[in-house]
Structure formats: C-alpha cells, structure tokens
C-alpha cells in the first residue's frame, strides 16, 4: 500500500499512548534529518525514544531531544537505559508524521 507521507504502518510503544519512555541513549554522532520530521542532535547528547518503528522502515525511531521531538536512525543511539522492556505493536497514525 501507499503510505503517502508514512515511514511505516506500525510501530512498537511502552503503552497504547506511546507516551511512556521505552529507552534512552547517547548520540553516537551529529544528525540533521531532511525535514521537520525529524529531531537533529550532536554527538554525545541524550536522546529519549518513545516508539519504534517496524515493518517498512524498521531504521528510524522516534523521540526526543530536550523540547524537540522527531524521528531519527536508530543506528546512531547508544542504548545506555531501558525503562521498560513492554512493547505493544499498534497502526501508526497519520498525525505520527506531521510536523509540529
């Protein structure tokens, strides 16, 4: 299916929010994503993940950093807590990929 401006269709969360914190970790090198969807960090800052993508695009996990919020790859976290080790699958929705 088209998913038009979805990264995926479902996505992985601590609670049927999404608004529990499955992790946190340390930036293992600066990003700059390609839109507003996406939260940029520097090296070495702490980024806290509230959902996982899965099935198209299992690369890119979203969360936060400080006030901001977006996607980013999971590749360049540094996983150093978990808070829960829960996860739900849930449909994602189109509001998961509007920029704020």
Do not use: Q
């Not at 702490?46 to 950093?65: D, P």
């Not at 999971?74 to 509007?98: A, G, M, R």
């Amino acid at each position: 299916p088209d998913l038009g401006r979805r990264f995926a269709e479902r996505k992985r969360c601590a609670d049927l929010e999404c608004s529990m914190l499955m992790c946190r970790g340390k930036a293992v090198r600066d990003f700059k994503g390609p839109d507003c969807r996406f939260v940029n960090f520097k090296k070495g800052e702490a980024v806290y993940v509230y959902y996982k993508l899965i099935g198209k695009s299992t690369e890119l996990w979203a969360g936060s950093v400080g006030s901001d919020f977006g996607y980013f790859p999971k590749d360049l976290l540094e996983i150093n807590h978990n808070y829960s080790n829960e996860e739900l699958e849930l449909p994602t929705d189109e509001t998961d990929f509007v920029c704020f």
